[in-house]
């Protein structure tokens, strides 16, 4: 029976790799080194040779299912998945590139199914990936104490909204705009209050500069621009 149990979770460990990224399946231990190969498209590579960040979520879960075992080896053992208790996880975003910090929640879902997993959390990509009822944002007041912020009870909960918008409206934090950014648009409002022609021009130089190819912020500027008379292509 434990032998079985064994078994199980070393299965639910190889097949990780795969539900992390389905183009990389784990291949085999070497015997003799005891290294780690992995199947990809393009061929076998040793595990240290993969990301950085997809080796720290496997780390995480691999460490999880470890520790698991070991708390029930004196109990008959215990299939990982049929798990019931607590996972408290800190800074599970710590050091995972934005594109694994979604796919981690995911795997430890598949993994630990039945488990309740508390994970501590500042990564609004992590915060559109998981449902509305799985957060609880928290805030701390005036004077101090912590509270739990109010969530708007939504559907879909925030995967359609962008980062921005969570860390403002539900990370509370006040800007998320650089102070050379804020200085810049607001040197640009103040002069075109003013009607001062060489001030505009100066303030749109410089954020001409700064903002995003794509920023819808640009057409509005080249329409207050228009009204002195020039046209930015």
Same mark, same amino acid.
Request: proline share 3%.
């Given at each position: 029976?434990?032998?079985?149990? $064994? !078994?199980?979770?070393?299965?639910?460990? @190889?097949?990780?790799?795969?539900?992390?990224? #389905?183009? *990389?399946?784990?291949?085999?231990?070497?015997?003799?080194?005891?290294? *780690? *190969?992995?199947?990809?498209?393009?061929?076998?590579?040793?595990?240290?040779?993969?990301?950085?960040?997809?080796?720290?979520? /496997?780390?995480? &879960?691999?460490? &999880?299912?470890?520790? /698991?075992?070991?708390?029930? !080896?004196?109990?008959?053992?215990?299939?990982?998945?049929?798990?019931?208790? &607590?996972?408290?996880?800190? #800074?599970?975003?710590?050091?995972?590139?934005?594109?694994? $910090?979604?796919?981690?929640?995911?795997?430890?879902?598949?993994? *630990?199914?039945?488990?309740?997993?508390?994970? &501590? @959390?500042?990564?609004?990509?992590?915060? $559109?990936?998981?449902?509305?009822?799985?957060? /609880?944002?928290?805030?701390?007041?005036?004077?101090?104490?912590?509270?739990?912020?109010?969530?708007?009870?939504?559907?879909?909960?925030?995967?359609?909204?962008?980062?921005?918008?969570?860390?403002?409206?539900?990370?509370?934090?006040? #800007?998320?705009?650089?102070?050379?950014? /804020?200085?810049?648009?607001? #040197?640009?409002?103040?002069?075109?209050?003013?009607?001062?022609?060489?001030?505009?021009?100066?303030?749109?130089? !410089?954020?001409?500069?700064?903002?995003?190819?794509?920023?819808?912020?640009?057409?509005?500027?080249?329409?207050?621009?228009?009204?002195?008379?020039?046209?930015?292509?």
């Amino acid at each position: 029976m434990l032998f079985s149990l $064994q !078994k199980n979770n070393f299965n639910l460990a @190889t097949e990780c790799f795969g539900i992390l990224d #389905e183009n *990389i399946r784990f291949s085999r231990v070497k015997s003799e080194t005891f290294d *780690i *190969i992995i199947n990809t498209p393009n061929g076998e590579i040793y595990f240290e040779y993969l990301s950085s960040g997809f080796k720290s979520c /496997i780390y995480i &879960i691999h460490g &999880i299912i470890k520790e /698991i075992e070991y708390r029930f !080896k004196n109990d008959g053992g215990i299939n990982v998945q049929d798990y019931e208790g &607590i996972v408290l996880i800190d #800074e599970l975003d710590l050091h995972l590139h934005p594109q694994w $910090q979604a796919r981690m929640i995911y795997l430890l879902k598949r993994v *630990i199914p039945k488990a309740q997993i508390i994970a &501590i @959390t500042h990564s609004p990509h992590m915060v $559109q990936a998981a449902e509305i009822n799985e957060l /609880i944002a928290l805030g701390v007041n005036e004077s101090g104490s912590v509270y739990v912020r109010q969530l708007p009870n939504v559907q879909y909960g925030f995967q359609g909204w962008t980062v921005e918008e969570i860390l403002e409206d539900v990370k509370g934090l006040v #800007e998320t705009r650089s102070p050379m950014y /804020i200085e810049a648009i607001t #040197e640009f409002e103040k002069s075109i209050e003013v009607e001062n022609e060489e001030e505009i021009f100066e303030a749109y130089r !410089k954020l001409d500069l700064m903002l995003h190819p794509s920023n819808p912020l640009r057409k509005l500027i080249k329409l207050q621009l228009a009204q002195f008379g020039r046209i930015i292509k």
